[in-house]
């Protein structure tokens, strides 16, 4: 459940420091949006998504619901509100796959989280990006209520405690855990942000990879020595990733390990969602052992 949106991706050498006119030597018009894309990962990797979202009632959202079912996702839960524009972004990719960010939410569409539907038979696993609180807390409550387990997109927006309370796992990525917690460092922080609730607490942080605390130890799982084209998406596949094997029943050392490898072929693909990998291609990419 989460941000669905059309994506409009630019590739330029560097990017731009002043007001002035570029010519992009790229461009690529994709969805995008932290749980549609995470959506889309899940469906790629051979998992059966349905998307929660909020959209508005115009062509852009059209647009956004016919790209989603074309890559396989389930969009039958997704409300769309009358008079309101859908989620739309303006990205700029430079040459180390670095990116900035434009975007536009509508801020008529409601908050209210009393449309939720229920969760569909047979899901094993809910993730949720932190767009949107208080559906987030519903949604987590039902799961928890159902005994499902919960993966946080804590990534930016800052993260409020009480969704953190709520996961089962909470994924950050560096900077997110960062300013959620409002202390440096991956060890300390996620430290940190395990004082704020019971659940797992997750950090992504590049081609440094993946830390989680187990049982108050930090683990590590390395990242893949690749050369990243494009981190648009990286951490939404990631995500998307790690709730689909959680779902299989992997254990988190082997889900996290499954969400690194996928995110580290994502990252040397230019166009978001566009470069999420398949099951075979995360499956044939040498493993990177995990470090205590």
Excluded at 197 to 203: D, E, F, H, R, V
Excluded at 208 to 216: E, I
Aim: glycine share 12%.
């Amino acid at each position: 459940m989460g941000c669905a949106t059309m994506d409009h991706i630019f590739g330029l050498p560097e990017i731009p420091r002043q007001p002035l006119k570029y010519r992009a030597r790229e461009f690529t018009a994709v969805g995008g949006g932290n749980a549609a894309t995470a959506a889309v990962a899940i469906a790629r990797l051979g998992g059966r998504p349905h998307l929660i979202a909020r959209l508005g009632d115009d062509p852009i959202g059209d647009a956004i619901l016919r790209e989603l079912a074309s890559r396989g996702v389930d969009t039958s839960l997704v409300h769309r509100f009358a008079g309101c524009a859908s989620h739309i972004s303006s990205i700029l990719v430079d040459d180390s796959g670095d990116r900035l960010i434009v975007s536009y939410f509508d801020p008529k569409i409601s908050h209210d989280p009393a449309w939720l539907p229920p969760i569909p038979p047979g899901v094993g696993a809910v993730l949720a990006d932190a767009h949107w609180p208080a559906g987030v807390l519903e949604l987590f409550r039902r799961a928890a209520a159902a005994g499902i387990p919960t993966v946080l997109d804590a990534d930016m927006p800052v993260c409020a405690p009480e969704l953190i309370r709520a996961s089962t796992v909470a994924a950050f990525s560096a900077p997110g855990l960062d300013a959620a917690t409002g202390v440096a460092g991956i060890s300390d922080g996620l430290r940190a942000a395990a004082r704020i609730g019971p659940g797992t607490m997750l950090a992504t942080d590049g081609a440094n990879g993946v830390f989680w605390l187990d049982g108050g130890e930090l683990r590590h799982q390395p990242a893949h020595p690749v050369h990243a084209v494009d981190t648009l998406g990286a951490g939404d596949v990631f995500h998307g990733a790690l709730a689909l094997a959680l779902a299989e029943g992997q254990t988190l050392p082997a889900a996290v390990a499954f969400a690194n490898a996928a995110a580290a072929i994502k990252v040397t693909r230019f166009g978001g969602r566009a470069g999420v990998p398949t099951r075979s291609e995360v499956e044939q990419l040498p493993a990177r052992g995990v470090a205590q």
